[in-house]
């Protein structure tokens, strides 16, 4: 009985973390660059599969609440075996309507 807890806590602990990972850990950092001709930037790098909240709602809110005058998107927006692309249709849409 012993082996088995250890293998499904070996297998749920991680799985737990990547929910958590992906869809709860949303971190800003600010970066103040002292140059005067440069509009207020928000980078998004990597969300690959992440979803913050229904249809991205957490990520919308808080980009818009950085008031940026451009949206850059570094890195992978989505991965390789995502197919149906209307969530990410849907937050570029949104962060259109932001900057």
């Known amino acids: 009985m012993q082996v088995?807890?250890?293998?499904?806590?070996a297998a749920i602990l991680p799985a737990a973390w990547a929910v958590i990972e992906n869809t709860m850990l949303l971190r800003v950092n600010e970066y103040r660059v002292p140059l005067t001709d440069l509009p207020r930037m928000t980078v998004l790098a990597d969300l690959h599969k992440r979803r913050f909240g229904k249809q991205?709602?957490?990520?919308?809110?808080?980009?818009?609440?950085?008031?940026?005058?451009?949206?850059?998107?570094?890195?992978?927006?989505?991965?390789?075996?995502?197919?149906d692309l209307s969530d990410t249709e849907q937050l570029l849409r949104a962060l259109c309507g932001i900057a």
Do not use: F, Y
């Open 56 to 83: 991205n709602i957490r990520l919308i809110r808080t980009v818009a609440a950085q008031k940026p005058e451009l949206i850059v998107i570094t890195g992978d927006l989505v991965s390789r075996s995502v197919t």
């Open 4 to 9: 088995h807890k250890k293998w499904l806590r």
